[in-house]
């Protein structure tokens, strides 16, 4: 029904940056949400940041003022573009898009990506 396309992951340096980018397809009838969660090892999923139909965002605090979330609507696409990236920002990172399916159920629902690794190593 819906994929999520991710790209942008890698290695980089503490102080590099690096843009993290995730394509929805499939019968999508309306988007409400895209964002990024990340999980780091031995540690809990979190979420990064999201932006919503209207526009806000919510980031994690510990990723205010160096991340942001942004999106493109015509290519149904949400990117992160992460800079000053720290070693603690070494997780595997999600995508997920809030849909409502064309021709399916009306209630929204959560797709996710399969995870990109974002590895901050010197």
């Known amino acids: 029904q819906v994929q999520l396309v991710e790209s942008g992951g890698g290695l980089v340096q503490p102080g590099g940056s690096l843009r993290l980018s995730c394509a929805a397809s499939?019968?999508?009838?309306?988007?409400?949400?895209m964002g990024w969660h990340r999980q780091a090892p031995g540690k809990q999923r979190e979420l990064v940041a999201v932006?919503?139909?209207?526009?806000?965002?919510n980031y994690a605090d510990s990723v205010k003022g160096r991340f942001t979330i942004s999106r493109d609507n015509a290519k149904n696409t949400v990117y992160l573009q992460m800079n000053s990236l720290k070693l603690e920002d070494t997780a595997d990172y999600y995508c997920?898009?809030?849909?409502?399916?064309?021709?399916?159920?009306?209630?929204?629902?959560?797709?996710w990506g399969q995870g990109t690794q974002v590895t901050v190593s010197p």
């Open positions: 499939g019968n999508i009838f309306r988007i409400y949400g």
């Open positions: 932006i919503i139909r209207g526009g806000s965002t």
């Open positions: 997920y898009a809030a849909v409502t399916v064309a021709g399916g159920s009306r209630d929204v629902s959560d797709y």
